[in-house]
């Protein structure tokens, strides 16, 4: 299989085998949170184009503190604590944050859109000429889960 993104930190290694199925600007409040920036570069991927050479060396927290019983979780390495990626527990999608799980940020496509602005946000919605969406793209399928 041929690596298209590889990421991770120097105990567990991810890589990607495919490109994303969905590449966004983030402007949820729960990406605010875990990642502390304004806005984040967030790729999904399939579950399976998305491998971890030491899953042993995973620990899971939930992604979202006010739903920890949500499909998502951060998956830290127990030797140094980098975020590794976000999995989902039904097996639809893993998640890549390229500047903050190792990756080459540069070497990422560019988001293609915003995902997740709202006006309540108390900021001007992105003129970037990339569309705005108060969710994911009209046009994005989750994939089946496992």
Known sequence: MTTHYAGGCEHVHVTATAEPID???CHCNVCKSVTGQHTTHVAFFNHGDIQVDH???IKRVPFNKDNP?????????TDCGAVLMLDDKQGRIRVAVPNVMGYDDAKFPKATYHAFWDETKGYP??????????GLQPSFVWPKGA
């Not at 019983?69 to 390495?77: F, K, M, V």
């Not at 919605?125 to 108060?134: E, F, I, L, M």
Request: glycine fraction near 8%; charge should be negative; proline fraction near 16%.
């Open 125 to 134: 919605a992105p003129q970037d000429g990339r569309p705005v969406y108060s």
């Open 55 to 57: 899953p042993e060396k």
């Open 69 to 77: 019983d949500g499909p998502l979780e951060i998956c830290l390495c």
């Open 23 to 25: 590449n966004h600007e």
